[in-house]
């Protein structure tokens, strides 16, 4: 996995609340067997103006010009400001992959759906929970100065603005750790291997029924 | 000391460890695989050389992407070469692994929510996760059971475990009796639209009151199906004889001596009396009627008495925002009545509503009647082989063809499209599934969710009405 340690990018403000799953990489994409290639589709339906298909080229498709990451100066953007709810329906990891593989690297909102918010630190993308006074103070911001960037700390937790304003944010001590490192989640929890076989033995005395039925 | 909640004792009882950080590592009984959340995660074994930590844990279906139409000549028949591909690499993948895996033409097969209860492969008292948020269906069968991403999927597979954290517990209490005509999908609806699509983050909902304990498995199943679409990665239904007398004699279900000690074991996975929830919320099931929903959130829904909402009536502005883009995509006007809305569609299917019992609520309505000459198609897809096999059983396939809908093989359909069963651009449709996003059916779509005898309404009058004027 990436790591994350500290990041200074373009902020795109994408000023709208409750953006799926589904719109964040659509159905038709999610039939690829593989990780990556994703971010040329990443908000197909509000990105271009046609229906995409999967093993397409993109280039010379008509284009949401109105779309914030069609705008000039939201280009190379790898911070993404969004509105609440952020990431809500479908479980596909398929839309972390997409946002990673278009380049961004982290996605600050006032509220996500859970279990999009935890498929981002599978796959080193970091989402960073701000109060909405503080979403709207960005969202203005980035509205009014071009190339607007911002730096993000991860280690000492802080979004800092090209004033020098300093946001902090929490996060899990484990999750920290994992990005900030790099590390994988399964070699990790294989270290408690000798727990989970205790368990599973306690388990087997207790619901045998659980074990051996299906085959 | 206050009693526990279900999920309190469910999280408990698979706890591993816990980490200093408070999050835990529980262990995960079953895991159900399909074609699209899974490819990368076998892969991600090879590529690390692991194995799946207990074969015996898992069992497999293709259902997203498999064609809905006669598919006798197998995979390879598939048209789309990409779906193809995804249904075979999902064989393969099992095969490899020595996982169980109902192919796409085994009777036994169809949405994986639907094909593991009705297998016995997810007990109550158990822990299950599945690549696909619409896991939170099995919590209805007193199993604690999370949709998990795919890197959760080859972390279960490697590990048996999954790393999470305590959630917290909410109550959704339907106390009363449901009218004619209501079904637990506008019940659930209706609690969508009162606490919001997001109301239940973080939280785990258990739905109790009288409404639930008076509730079949199946509409348990169809209400816990849909408490992600309220935020809530599980929701859970405490077990009770209902429960076990639905587990009794199913293929996976212990036999025996192990039956007769899992029904001790299964009867105390209720909350006790005296458990406290961090939310509760409460709800005199006289107020539900059948639901619909006007715009691209679960949330965005009516009785079908009520009308399309008007944005000056709202203050706060991303609210503001949300309706007017919702009436703008799903061509909408503000106080529209719901039953004037035109229908080109009607879809009835999906893991929330393709069971024995929602083929029932349909067939009563479509009885003796005629699809509408304005609905293009009307598509009834079984959730599974043996549901399709129970229907016709009964007869219920040749009333929906007399009445001119298509009955199909099992899948997931038009759901979410991903096999060739879509909206065009535009079109309004009636649907059993569960989410109304943008092109969540197809490009352009326009999705409103009913319950089957609603959907069912629907198709044989062109439009929404309330489904009581055809059931008296």
Same mark, same amino acid.
């Given at each position: ?18 953006i ?10 999610l ?20 229906? +995409? ?9 008509p ?18 400001l ?15 992959w997409a ?18 918010y ?7 993308l ?20 071009? +190339? ?7 280690d ?7 004033s ?16 900030l490192? +790099? ?5 990790l929890?294989l ?5 989970i ?19 | ?11 408990? /009882? ?9 999050? /835990? ?10 074609e699209?959340t ?57 095969d ?11 009777h ?20 299950? &996760? ?25 972390h279960?597979?490697?590990?048996q475990c ?31 639209? &009162? ?30 199906? @849909? ?15 209902i ?26 996975? &209720? ?9 509760v &919320? ?22 079908? /008495? ?23 995509? @799903? ?11 035109q229908?080109?569609?009607?879809f009835?299917? /999906? ?91 197809g ?9 089957p ?20």
């Open positions: 996995m990436n790591k994350f340690t500290l990041h200074t990018g373009i902020a795109a403000p994408m000023d709208r609340a409750n799926d799953t589904d719109m964040i990489i659509p159905k038709q994409f039939k690829s067997i593989k990780r990556s290639g994703f971010g040329k589709n990443l908000f197909d339906e509000l990105r271009y103006l046609d229906e +995409g298909q999967p093993d397409q080229s993109c280039e010379g498709r284009l949401n010009e109105e779309f914030v990451l069609n705008q000039a100066r939201y280009q190379g953007a790898s911070v993404l969004a509105r609440e709810n952020f990431g809500c329906g479908s479980s596909r990891e398929h839309a972390p946002l990673d593989d278009y380049g961004f690297r982290s996605v600050i909102a006032p509220s996500f759906a859970e279990i999009f935890n498929n981002c630190f599978k796959n080193g970091l989402p960073i929970v701000l109060h909405d006074d503080k979403i709207d103070q960005l969202f203005n911001e980035a509205a009014a100065t071009e +190339g607007y960037q911002l730096t993000i700390d991860l000492r937790q802080l979004v800092v603005t090209p020098g304003e300093e946001m902090s944010f929490s996060i899990d001590d484990f999750r920290k750790h994992c990005l490192n +790099g590390l994988d989640d399964i070699g929890t270290q408690h291997g000798d727990d076989r205790a368990y599973e033995e306690k388990r087997r005395q207790q619901a045998p029924w659980l074990f051996g039925a299906i085959k | 000391m206050a009693g526990q909640t279900l999920y309190d004792k469910l999280f408990e /009882s698979h706890l591993v460890r816990t980490n200093e950080d408070g999050s /835990s590592l529980i262990y995960i009984d079953r895991q159900v695989l399909h699209v899974s490819p990368q995660a076998f892969e991600g074994l090879r590529l690390a050389g692991r194995k799946p930590w207990r074969v015996d844990a898992n069992i497999a279906t293709p259902d997203h992407n498999v064609p809905t139409t006669e598919r006798s000549g197998g995979v390879d028949e598939i048209v789309d070469p990409v779906s193809k591909i995804q249904v075979k690499t999902l064989d393969e993948n099992c490899e692994f020595g996982i169980l895996e109902f192919k796409m033409n085994d036994r097969q169809g949405i994986v929510h639907v094909m593991a209860p009705e297998q016995g492969a997810i007990l109550p008292g158990s822990t299950a &996760v599945c690549g696909d948020s619409h896991t939170a269906t099995l919590g209805a069968l007193g199993a604690l059971a999370h949709g998990v991403g795919t890197s959760e999927v080859e279960v597979l490697a590990t999954l790393i999470t954290k305590q959630m917290r517990n909410m109550l959704v209490r339907v106390d009363g009796e449901l009218g004619l005509g209501v079904t637990p999908k506008d019940v659930v609806l209706h609690v969508i639209g &009162v606490i919001g699509t997001a109301g239940g983050t973080g939280y785990a909902i258990e739905f109790g009151g009288d409404v639930f304990r008076a509730m079949s498995m199946e509409g348990r199943m169809t209400v816990c199906n @849909m408490a992600i679409e309220a935020g809530a990665r599980v929701g859970l239904v405490s077990v009770d004889q429960t076990i007398d639905y587990f009794e004699g199913r293929p996976f279900s212990p036999k025996g001596e192990h039956w007769d000690a899992a029904v001790a074991e299964w009867s105390g996975l &209720v909350s006790d009396t005296d458990a406290e929830f961090d939310a &919320v409460e709800i005199n099931a006289a107020d539900v009627e059948p639901q619909v929903t006007w715009g691209t959130s679960p949330e965005m829904v009516v009785g079908i /008495s009520g009308q399309v909402p008007n944005p000056d009536a709202e203050k706060d502005k991303v609210k503001v925002d949300g309706i007017n883009r919702a009436l703008k995509y @799903m061509g909408l006007q503000a106080d529209q009545k719901i039953t004037d809305i229908l080109d569609r009607v009835i299917g /999906s893991c929330t509503n393709s069971r024995i019992e929602d083929l029932r609520d349909a067939a009563k309505v479509v009885e003796g009647r005629k699809v509408a000459e304005n609905i293009i198609q009307a598509l009834v897809v079984p959730g599974s082989g043996l549901v399709k096999a129970q229907a016709e059983k009964e007869g219920l396939d040749k009333i929906f063809v007399a009445a001119g809908l298509e009955w199909r093989e099992p899948g997931c359909s038009m759901c979410l499209a991903m096999n060739p069963d879509k909206l065009g651009n535009g079109e309004h449709c009636a649907s059993t599934s569960n989410r109304n996003f943008e092109g969540r059916q490009f352009g779509g326009r999705t409103h969710l009913v319950s005898a609603m959907a069912a309404a629907a198709a044989v009058t062109g439009h929404f009405i309330d489904v009581r004027e055809l059931i008296k």
